[in-house]
């Protein structure tokens, strides 16, 4: 399988590439030229199904032609060696729980997936050092970082706002160690972000060393985020509750909802889906006006959602062929306040007794006001609520525990290299590496 740049102007790309380089040199966006269609028996019997025998059928569709068999059944049951289980909530509304992994966020799947594939393809074609650059709003950071640790030859340096990532985020990838470099980036994410993609474009820098992303822009990282959406439907099919399926997805640089557009392209009978957005509403505006204008990021309780201007918005334009009411007819938006996204957190809270963090209180409340009738819906629960415990504890007036996989990351101690956000700074370290 080969793939195109959104751009339309650089060559395209084996996966091996694609996986290096992350973002195209026409500074676009991978995306798989083909999109099999997966076939009526798969979907008869889906629900018969365990998860990572699902999620296997589906890799083999995005990978099949570029990885061996045997190397691909193994990446899979490496990436899931947890669940993502669909819990009910309130009446039509059921969680797709993405937090059983080690950084208890759904970034955990295509951070391993990627980082296994990645080592796949340096096995299979002799030694070279590869560095990875990674921006980071919070949660992308950690599950790159675990994904990675310890991988031979692979060095992970995470780029973070400075000051603005929780405590217990920022401890997932300040305390490992290893292979694993944080840099503190005085600044926002949107200038991490840019920082990272300087880097690509720099000659100089490229020579030096080899650089590789693994933000949601890098397809192995976001492709394998279809797997659940498949599991969320064999489930939803379980329980006899899978038609006119509505799945809601919490979204900031919209490389989740992206893997579940693919999934609904590749035949998964999704009806249509919900983007949920923090203040930082962008597409929202953009589905009402059909302009896209990109702003600076606006921080929220919601943090993973800080994005002013997602990347991945490029594959979702360029898979409806730039056709708003394309868009519109699959996807729709809403945005919420952090009064609003802690009011739902409460609500439910109090109602269902079903505690939110604060990216999968603005799926459920799309749901809880979206939702026509005859629907179901599933929204992405998208982080533990302990990786957000102040906020939700304040929110909900209960206590929220702390799973001991978190408290161990708490107990690390940080390590840190703090840099300004100017381009200048980050490719002298860099080079001196
Ligand atoms: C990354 C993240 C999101 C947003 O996902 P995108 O793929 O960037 O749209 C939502 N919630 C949490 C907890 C996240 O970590």
């Known amino acids: 399988m080969k793939y195109y740049s959104t751009n339309a102007k650089a060559p395209l790309a084996t996966l091996h590439e694609a996986v290096v380089k992350g973002l195209a040199s026409d500074s676009g966006l991978y995306m798989p030229e083909y999109l099999y269609k997966?076939?009526?028996?798969?979907?008869?019997?889906?629900?018969?199904?365990?998860?990572?025998?699902?999620?296997?059928?589906?890799?083999?569709?995005?990978?099949?032609e570029d990885v061996e068999q045997k190397a691909l059944d193994e990446i899979v049951d490496d990436t899931l060696q947890f669940d993502c289980p669909v819990v009910e909530v309130s009446d039509n509304i059921y969680s797709l729980e993405l937090?059983?992994?080690?950084?208890?966020?759904?970034?955990?799947?295509?951070?391993?997936?990627?980082?296994?594939?990645?080592?796949?393809?340096?096995?299979?074609?002799?030694?070279?050092?590869?560095?990875?650059?990674?921006?980071?709003?919070?949660?992308?950071?950690?599950?790159?970082?675990?994904?990675?640790?310890?991988?031979?030859?692979?060095?992970?340096?995470?780029?973070?706002p400075k000051g603005k990532v929780s405590k217990i985020q920022e401890s997932q990838f300040t305390t490992l160690g290893k292979n694993i470099t944080a840099i503190e980036v005085n600044g926002v994410f949107d200038d991490c972000q840019a920082l990272v993609k300087k880097a690509f474009m720099d000659e100089e820098l490229n020579r030096h060393m080899k650089?590789?992303?693994?933000?949601?822009?890098?397809?192995?990282?976001?492709?394998?985020?279809?797997?659940?959406?498949?599991?969320?439907?064999?489930?939803?099919?379980?329980?006899?509750?899978?038609?006119?399926?509505?799945?809601?997805?919490?979204?900031?640089?919209?490389?989740?909802?992206?893997?579940?557009?693919?999934?609904?392209?590749?035949?998964?009978?999704?009806?249509?889906?919900?983007?949920?957005?923090?203040?930082?509403?962008?597409?929202?505006?953009?589905?009402?006006?059909?302009?896209?204008?990109?702003m600076a990021s606006i921080q929220t309780i919601a943090n993973a959602m800080d994005v002013g201007n997602p990347s991945n918005f490029a594959r979702v334009y360029d898979m409806f062929d730039g056709d708003l009411q394309k868009i519109r007819s699959v996807v729709s938006g809403a945005t919420y306040s952090d009064e609003q996204i802690r009011e739902t957190m409460k609500s439910c809270f109090d109602s269902n007794g079903y505690i939110l963090d604060p990216h999968g209180a603005c799926g459920y409340r799309a749901l809880e006001e979206g939702l026509t009738d005859g629907e179901t819906g599933v929204f992405l629960e998208t982080a533990h609520p302990a990786k957000f415990k102040e906020t939700v504890e304040s929110a909900i007036g209960a206590e929220v525990e702390i799973p001991e996989r978190l408290a161990a990351f708490m107990r690390g101690e940080k390590k840190s290299v703090e840099m300004s956000a100017d381009f200048d700074s980050f490719k002298n370290f860099l080079m001196t590496r």
């Open 211 to 294: 650089l590789t992303s693994a933000n949601s822009i890098n397809v192995a990282r976001f492709l394998p985020q279809s797997f659940y959406y498949f599991n969320a439907y064999a489930r939803m099919k379980a329980a006899g509750k899978a038609d006119n399926l509505v799945v809601c997805v919490p979204s900031g640089n919209f490389g989740n909802i992206t893997a579940g557009l693919f999934g609904r392209e590749m035949g998964l009978p999704i009806k249509r889906f919900i983007a949920a957005n923090n203040a930082n509403d962008v597409f929202f505006k953009y589905l009402q006006t059909g302009k896209y204008t990109p």
């Open 99 to 160: 937090f059983h992994g080690p950084t208890l966020a759904f970034k955990d799947v295509g951070g391993r997936f990627m980082a296994r594939l990645l080592q796949y393809f340096i096995r299979k074609e002799g030694k070279e050092e590869v560095n990875v650059l990674v921006a980071t709003s919070g949660d992308t950071g950690s599950a790159v970082a675990n994904g990675f640790l310890g991988v031979d030859g692979i060095h992970v340096y995470v780029l973070y």
């Open 38 to 64: 997966l076939s009526a028996d798969f979907f008869d019997s889906i629900q018969n199904l365990p998860f990572n025998e699902i999620a296997k059928i589906v890799a083999t569709a995005f990978f099949g």
